[in-house]
Every structure is written in C-alpha cells, then in structure tokens.
C-alpha cells in the first residue's frame, strides 16, 4: 500500500518561500507521476504542478509558474515543492499525491490514485 506523507507547511510572509516534502512510502516510487494540488477555503482542490518518474514532464498551473518548482529525488523517496514570492492567494492546504504514469500532458486525465493528508500552508499579507 502506498503512504505519501507531505510536511514543510507553515506560515509565511508575503513575498517569502517555502519548501513542501512528501516523502513516499510502499509501491516503487520511481514508476510513478508525482504531482501537488492545493485547496483553499470554500473553493474546489486544484492542481498545482506535476512531473514524471523520470523527471520529464513537468507542468504547472498558470498561477505558479516561474514562483514554484517541482522536483524530486528517487533515491530518497521524496518529491519536493519549492515555492518562492509567495502570495496571499497561495494559501491553502497542500496535497501531494502521485499515480502510474500514463501517456498526454494533461494532468487532469492522469491517474492520481494516491494521496497525502495534507499540509497547512498560510501567507500573510
């Protein structure tokens, strides 16, 4: 069975950065597609960004581009968020979650067959 487990999470000042770890245990890790969403008060989870067990295929919300980078490293198991500038708008909880890879470049149409509890991320304005 697989656990994925994110910490990081915290409060933060606007402008500031944080970094999320998930740390993935059970199924081999390097077959899967990792990704990051987040949901905020009162509105629906979204997607935040993704990459591919190779580290390919790497995508990301319009909303975080050129702040956030998604990464990982297979060796240790972990997949990693590191967000910069952050903004108000960024707070929300965070989710790592990761699935079997699968053809496209629409994260929508992945397979996100696994999930985190998640972890609080809050920014202050």
């Known amino acids: 069975q697989v656990q994925l487990v994110e910490s990081g999470g915290g409060l933060v000042q606007a402008g500031g950065s944080l970094r999320l770890s998930c740390l993935h245990s059970?199924?081999?890790?390097?077959?899967?597609?990792m990704g990051w969403f987040r949901q905020a008060p009162g509105k629906e989870r979204e997607f935040v960004a993704c990459?591919?067990?190779?580290?390919?295929?790497?995508l990301y919300a319009d909303s975080v581009k050129g702040r956030f980078t998604i990464s990982r490293d297979n060796a240790k198991d972990t997949v990693f968020l590191q967000m910069n500038s952050l903004k108000a708008e960024d707070t929300a909880v965070y989710y790592c979650?990761?699935?079997?890879?699968?053809?496209?470049?629409?994260?929508?149409?992945?397979?996100?067959?696994?999930w985190g509890p998640g972890t609080q991320v809050t920014v202050s304005s």
């Open positions: 979650s990761g699935g079997p890879t699968v053809a496209g470049n629409n994260p929508k149409q992945y397979r996100w067959d696994y």
């Open positions: 059970g199924r081999t890790f390097t077959h899967l597609t």
């Open positions: 990459l591919r067990w190779n580290g390919e295929g790497t």
